[in-house]
């Protein structure tokens, strides 16, 4: 099981971490990956981070970072220099491989979502 905590409103060019924990599994050696969605559209990728390292989508790059603290079973995301069309629902999601994907469908599973609204 995953779990999300962190979300929130903030205000444009503000900073959020949100935080994704694992019960029941060790995440070391799972390839993580967070993904959002916004009302009215499709989930996207926002990033992921494997052995190999990390990789972002374009929209995010320079402005957001993941990490994990393997001894926390936990992983991370950083987001900074927010934009209001940062706002969406994010998800945390494991994937029994280790390699990370872009794709929703590479990752086992998944956390509930937690809402970022960022206000102009």
């Known amino acids: 099981q995953l779990v999300e905590f962190g979300g929130g409103l903030v205000q444009a060019g503000g900073s959020l971490r949100l935080s994704c924990a694992a019960s029941?599994?060790?995440?070391?050696?799972?390839?993580m990956g967070w993904f959002r969605q916004a009302l009215g559209k499709e989930r996207e990728f926002v990033g992921a981070?494997?052995?190999?390292?990390?990789t972002y989508a374009d929209s995010v790059k320079g402005r957001f970072t993941i990490s994990r603290d393997n001894a926390k079973n936990t992983a991370y995301l950083q987001m900074n220099s927010l934009k209001p069309e940062d706002t969406a629902v994010y998800y945390c999601?494991?994937?029994?491989?280790?390699?990370?994907?872009?794709?929703?469908?590479?990752?086992?599973?998944w956390g509930q979502g937690t809402q970022v609204t960022v206000s102009s």
């Open positions: 029941g599994r060790s995440l070391s050696t799972y390839a």
């Open positions: 981070i494997s052995w190999s390292g990390s």
């Open positions: 999601a494991a994937a029994r491989a280790s390699f990370a994907s872009t794709s929703s469908s590479w990752y086992n599973y």
